[in-house]
């Protein structure tokens, strides 16, 4: 299975290293951001799919959803894949020997364009269980592809993606006593948010990238059943426009969603449909900014990148593109 797409900012060539980093962010979460780095493609082209919600052992259409993501990657050549959580249901990994990670994960993505590196980000079920096994390197063992980590930057030549840990972010799972959360490595949660948010800042105010998308798990902005978070609008929307992000990619929500901001050129899209959704939660009032798409099944989306062009399909789970999106990036205009 390939893994060779990632590799450390400082070590090109050495994979040993980048594992390194990553043992040590397991055991210090305040360490400064990894950087990774991805090529792009011959022609200076970047292409990958996003899903989020998905790690249900192939039930809830996830299987059907894995299927088509498989079509598409061929079709479109994608350089790796992105998750935006919630990744094994629904309490994450109960440790490194789980079966849930190759009985939702492996076994399910087998087709030959998915096997590129995946990048993933942890959802707030993944914080159900252990969360050092599942952004653990060992892991790797079992399945080259896998990459998640609590928060991480990826550099392309034409793109950067700021993975940011969003579930800390919201105080009511840390009053939930319905559930078990494993808060290892996160608190004091003020520390933690504010080593974080000190180090986001300092990465997209130094990104030359001419592409800024920002990866978390919970929305920004939504039309579903959580809707908007109110800690990521307040804490790190006004960061988002002040460094001219493009794109706040998230999962969560059990849809498709694209909404467009009104008052920067921030597009806030959601693909948090890998497997379970959840028919008729849209929130028939949901005015604040523009919402061009909406869909309540499952499915996936698409993202294409050029230096000035960037193109956004959504895809339901028998292939069908649901939505489209195009944007010129010297005029910040989108048709």
């Given at each position: 299975?390939?893994?060779?797409?990632?590799?450390?900012?400082?070590?090109?060539s050495?994979?040993?290293?980048a594992?390194?980093?990553?043992?040590?962010?397991?055991?210090?979460?305040?360490a400064?951001?990894?950087?990774?780095?991805?090529?792009v493609?011959?022609?200076?082209?970047?292409?990958?799919?996003?899903?989020?919600?998905?790690?249900?052992?192939?039930?809830?259409?996830q299987s059907?959803?894995a299927?088509?993501?498989?079509?598409?990657?061929?079709?479109l050549?994608?350089?790796?894949v992105?998750?935006?959580?919630?990744n094994?249901?629904?309490?994450?990994?109960?440790?490194?020997?789980?079966?849930?990670?190759?009985?939702?994960?492996?076994k399910?993505?087998?087709?030959?364009?998915?096997?590129?590196?995946?990048?993933s980000?942890?959802?707030?079920?993944?914080?159900?269980?252990?969360?050092?096994a599942?952004?653990?390197?060992?892991?790797?063992?079992?399945?080259?592809?896998?990459?998640?980590?609590?928060?991480?930057?990826?550099?392309?030549?034409?793109?950067?993606?700021?993975?940011?840990?969003?579930?800390?972010f919201?105080?009511?799972?840390?009053?939930d006593?319905?559930h078990?959360?494993?808060?290892?490595?996160?608190?004091?949660?003020?520390?933690?948010?504010?080593?974080?948010?000190?180090d986001?800042e300092?990465?997209?105010?130094?990104?030359t990238?001419?592409?800024k998308?920002?990866?978390?798990?919970?929305?920004?902005?939504?039309?579903?059943?959580?809707?908007?978070?109110?800690?990521?609008n307040?804490l790190?929307?006004?960061?988002?426009k002040?460094?001219?992000?493009?794109?706040?990619?998230?999962?969560?929500?059990?849809?498709?969603?694209?909404i467009?901001?009104?008052?920067?050129?921030?597009q806030?899209?959601?693909?948090?449909?890998g497997?379970?959704?959840?028919?008729?939660?849209?929130?028939?009032?949901?005015?604040?900014?523009?919402?061009?798409?909406?869909?309540d099944?499952?499915?996936?989306?698409?993202?294409q990148?050029t230096?000035?062009?960037?193109?956004?399909?959504?895809?339901?789970?028998?292939?069908?593109?649901?939505?489209?999106?195009?944007a010129?990036?010297?005029?910040?205009?989108?048709?």
């Amino acid at each position: 299975m390939a893994g060779h797409g990632f590799y450390s900012k400082s070590q090109a060539s050495c994979i040993g290293v980048a594992i390194l980093f990553c043992t040590s962010l397991v055991i210090s979460s305040f360490a400064e951001l990894e950087r990774l780095e991805h090529p792009v493609k011959g022609d200076g082209s970047l292409s990958f799919l996003v899903v989020g919600d998905w790690g249900r052992r192939g039930f809830y259409n996830q299987s059907h959803v894995a299927f088509q993501m498989g079509k598409i990657g061929e079709k479109l050549d994608i350089d790796f894949v992105v998750s935006t959580g919630d990744n094994f249901y629904d309490n994450g990994l109960t440790g490194l020997n789980d079966q849930a990670f190759e009985e939702s994960f492996t076994k399910i993505y087998t087709a030959t364009s998915l096997q590129k590196q995946w990048y993933s980000v942890l959802g707030n079920h993944d914080y159900r269980g252990d969360v050092a096994a599942q952004v653990h390197p060992a892991l790797r063992k079992v399945d080259s592809r896998w990459l998640c980590l609590r928060s991480f930057i990826l550099n392309t030549e034409i793109a950067g993606l700021f993975f940011v840990d969003t579930t800390p972010f919201v105080i009511d799972y840390f009053t939930d006593m319905d559930h078990t959360y494993d808060w290892r490595g996160v608190t004091p949660r003020k520390a933690y948010l504010d080593s974080l948010i000190k180090d986001l800042e300092s990465a997209l105010s130094e990104s030359t990238a001419r592409w800024k998308i920002v990866v978390g798990h919970h929305a920004i902005k939504s039309a579903g059943y959580h809707g908007d978070t109110k800690e990521l609008n307040d804490l790190l929307l006004p960061m988002l426009k002040a460094y001219n992000v493009d794109m706040y990619v998230n999962g969560h929500d059990h849809c498709l969603e694209h909404i467009s901001s009104l008052d920067s050129p921030i597009q806030y899209l959601t693909s948090g449909a890998g497997s379970k959704a959840w028919r008729g939660d849209l929130n028939q009032n949901y005015k604040e900014d523009d919402l061009k798409f909406f869909y309540d099944g499952q499915g996936f989306m698409a993202v294409q990148l050029t230096n000035n062009d960037a193109e956004i399909k959504f895809y339901n789970a028998f292939g069908k593109i649901l939505h489209e999106w195009k944007a010129l990036k010297e005029l910040h205009s989108a048709v």
